[in-house]
């Protein structure tokens, strides 16, 4: 399923955060979303998954408008991984999962059991079922949400830095396991290095403004690096693969 972002302008409190932003993720690619601490990835992606309605423009998959959709069929073709989650009930790690399937209907109880264990096996939560959400590592809670998405069978997933508190054999796991879906993805990721490694295209964002896009290594200039992050950025390859990585220092 493909994703427009039409022109979407967001505002908080007569504040404009997200000034006509023009994004797409066609059908199974890989989207990143990189900018600086407050540049406005969250609010955009808030606005993805329709925690934030637009002042203008509209969010649109394959064509339709998703803030038109019901909320129910929405959250059938989309499934989102906010930044925060705020959980106040002690559900068990199964119980979140199982969250995942309330948006469809009409499937056996036997097949959501399935689709939940498959889920948290991906994301090897599986031994967690029983523990309670709450009492969970940070890494942890963040692997059982990422299986409650996929649980959610989507076709496009929205991810607010999902790899926030995993380690970094997680980190890498997560996002080839999220590139491997065939889903739409869009995601804020803070790694830049990790984002050119996996995404098929980036998109930086800075001050509400989209500023660059296109694939990774054609974004990630030493330039932009500079005048957006106010880093100072050396290419270097990787001795055996030959991947290109930036090595960072503060600007002089
Ligand atoms: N509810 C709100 N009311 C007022 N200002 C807000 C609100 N939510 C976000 N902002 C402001 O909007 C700007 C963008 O915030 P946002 O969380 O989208 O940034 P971000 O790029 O996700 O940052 P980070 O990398 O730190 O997570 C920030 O200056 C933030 O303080």
Redesign the pocket.
């Given at each position: 399923m493909r994703v427009d972002i039409d022109d979407v302008t967001v505002e908080?409190?007569g504040?404009r955060?997200?000034d006509e932003v023009r994004l797409s993720a066609c059908e199974g690619k890989f989207v990143g979303l990189v900018?600086?601490?407050?540049?406005?990835?969250?609010?955009?992606?808030?606005t993805v998954y329709r925690a934030l309605r637009p002042a203008a423009g509209a969010v649109r998959l394959d064509g339709a408008d998703l803030h038109a959709m019901d909320a129910r069929a929405a959250a059938r073709v989309l499934a989102a991984l906010p930044?925060e989650s705020s959980a106040e009930f002690d559900f068990t790690v199964a119980e979140v999962v199982a969250m995942g399937r309330l948006p469809h209907t009409g499937r056996t109880a036997v097949s959501d059991r399935r689709i939940c264990a498959e889920a948290m096996a991906r994301t090897e939560v599986g031994h967690l079922a029983g523990r309670g959400f709450l009492g969970l590592s940070g890494g942890e809670k963040q692997r059982v949400l990422i299986a409650r998405a996929l649980a959610q069978q989507p076709r496009v997933l929205v991810l607010?830095?999902p790899t926030n508190h995993l380690d970094i054999a997680h980190q890498l796991d997560v996002l080839s396991l999220v590139r491997d879906s065939g889903l739409t993805v869009l995601a804020?990721l803070?790694d830049l290095n990790l984002a050119a490694a996996h995404c098929d295209v980036l998109y930086v964002?800075d001050g509400?403004r989209i500023v660059a896009s296109g694939p990774p290594h054609d974004v990630l200039q030493p330039a932009l690096l500079a005048r957006v992050f106010g880093v100072r950025a050396h290419p270097v390859r990787h001795p055996e693969t030959g991947a290109l990585q930036l090595l960072f220092d503060l600007l002089p």
């Open positions: 908080i409190a504040t955060l997200v900018g600086p601490n407050g540049s406005g990835k969250s609010t955009l992606l808030r930044q607010d830095e804020a803070h964002i509400g």
